[in-house]
């Protein structure tokens, strides 16, 4: 079993997040091509930090994934380089290897995580969140978008996805802050470094 890192500040650090920008009218259009671009990524890689505030309990880890299609690798660590594990999943299931090299698999990966960390991550609706989309296989309420089309917020499956700022990466904005909330347990990402491939690219 490996070793995770509470982390006390992990709170205040959530609580640095900047405002999300304004809601406005948003023009068809802007909408859809910016659907249209979004869904055009197939092939995306980034590096950031991920505080997780569960009760009475906290982590602040590192995060690199790497998704292609389907498949995808996640390695999450907490300070020190502590604790490092590597989440590998794709259409079939998921596996992931600890630090003692140990494997398990499942067939999600928020079960494998929690199960082996103690960690609780919304991983597969991360996967759409962190482009600044919804997650296609819920429905969407309270959906606001600012005047340039993007995301501000949107409730899925009872978590509330806020997205706080946009950063541009090869001419399209990508979200490189946002939180996730539902009931007593929340979870904020920080992006440092994207890198996406479109389809056909």
């Not at 490996?2 to 992990?10: F, G, K």
């Not at 904005?173 to 946002?178: F, S």
Request: with cysteine.
């Amino acid at each position: 079993m490996m070793r995770w890192w509470p982390v006390l500040i992990a709170g205040a650090w959530l609580a640095g997040c900047a405002a999300p920008p304004e809601s406005g009218t948003v023009p068809a259009q802007s909408r859809e091509q910016r659907q249209q671009a979004l869904e055009q990524i197939d092939t995306w890689r980034l590096k950031g930090r991920v505080a997780i505030i569960n009760g009475s309990e906290a982590w602040h880890l590192n995060v690199e994934w790497q998704q292609r299609q389907e498949d995808y690798r996640i390695e999450l660590w907490g300070p020190f380089g502590s604790g490092r594990v590597q989440l590998e999943g794709d259409g079939q299931g998921v596996r992931l290897i600890d630090s003692d090299q140990g494997v398990y698999y499942a067939d999600d990966p928020e079960s494998l995580l929690y199960a082996h960390t103690g960690v609780n991550m919304p991983v597969s609706g991360l996967r759409y969140w962190i482009l600044g989309t919804t997650d296609p296989r819920y429905a969407s309420q309270q959906s606001r978008r600012d005047q340039a089309g993007r995301l501000t917020a949107v409730q899925q499956a009872d978590w509330q996805v806020a997205f706080s700022r946009y950063t541009r990466v090869d001419g399209l904005d990508l979200p490189d802050r946002l939180s996730v909330e539902r009931q007593d347990l929340r979870v904020k990402m920080v992006v440092d470094y994207w890198q996406v491939s479109a389809s056909g690219s």
